[in-house]
């Protein structure tokens, strides 16, 4: 079993940075992938960025690509997305998910966290 808490949302203005982190816990959480996902009121929740279990690899949305890093460190259970230059669109709950490799598909993911919300104000 694995469980994930999302910290560090908040209210940003537009072309400021918001860094979001996720704590994880559980004995197989080190062999996950681990992703974010966001999703707008009235909207599907979308893929965002993944990373493999080492960190070595990872995947992003193109819509925030070379906005938005993603990294995690194993030795603290934790996953982080650092967001650059966010746009009033970036508003959304972002939520920490875990699976066994890196997808852009929801149903991938059997570990999900509660969410953090993140406000891009114009």
């Known amino acids: 079993q694995v469980q994930l808490v999302e910290s560090g949302g908040g209210l940003v203005q537009a072309g400021g940075s918001l860094n979001v982190s996720c704590v994880g816990s559980?004995?197989?959480?080190?062999?996950?992938?681990l992703a974010w996902f966001r999703q707008a009121p009235g909207k599907e929740r979308e893929f965002v960025a993944a990373?493999?279990?080492?960190?070595?690899?990872?995947h992003y949305h193109s819509s925030i690509k070379g906005r938005f890093t993603i990294s995690r460190d194993n030795a603290k259970n934790t996953v982080y997305l650092q967001m650059n230059s966010l746009k009033p669109e970036d508003t959304a709950n972002y939520y920490c998910?875990?699976?066994?490799?890196?997808?852009?598909?929801?149903?991938?993911?059997?570990?999900w966290g509660q969410g953090t919300q993140v406000t891009v104000s114009s």
């Open positions: 998910a875990a699976g066994p490799g890196i997808d852009t598909r929801r149903e991938r993911y059997p570990y």
């Open positions: 559980g004995p197989i959480l080190r062999t996950q992938a």
């Open positions: 990373a493999s279990w080492t960190g070595g690899r990872t």
